[in-house]
């Protein structure tokens, strides 16, 4: 049986990569946003700062693998698979704020995870 979806998220120090999302969002928007308005009430400048993606991806896991828990960091790579010790990629670094966990009869327990990244916050 060929395993389906998508794998280019890892965890963990040593990276851990034993789960599979079955699907995933990002959302970019800026955290801080200053409008000035005229007397008449026309917005006639504004300010935008502090970029802030927020993550949420659902995924299972493989047996004998832990979830991330609130707190960890999360490593998303710009690609379609993880990367080979010899292939180049951009990776992204996510706080995760909340993982939840659902399950239902015939199927595998569910991870929803959310998490985010700002601008000028450096996650090691």
């Known amino acids: 049986m060929t395993e389906q979806g998508t794998k280019f998220f890892s965890y963990g120090v040593p990276v851990v990569t034993g789960w599979v999302s079955q699907d995933f969002g990002i959302k970019s928007a800026n955290a801080n946003i200053l409008e000035i308005f005229d007397e008449k009430g026309n917005r006639i400048t504004s300010r935008q700062d502090d970029l802030t993606k927020e993550l949420n991806v659902n995924f299972y896991l493989r047996s004998g693998f832990n979830a ?14 993880a990367p080979s010790a010899s292939g180049t990629y951009t990776t992204q670094k996510y706080e995760v704020l909340s ?4 399950g239902s009869s015939k199927d595998y327990f569910k ?4 998490a985010k990244a700002s601008e000028f916050l450096t996650l090691v």
Do not use: F
């Not at 991330?68 to 698979?81: L, M, R």
């Open 99 to 102: 993982v939840d966990l659902a």
């Open 68 to 81: 991330p828990v609130a707190g960890d960091v999360i490593n998303y790579y710009n690609g379609v698979t």
């Open 111 to 114: 991870y929803s995870l959310n």
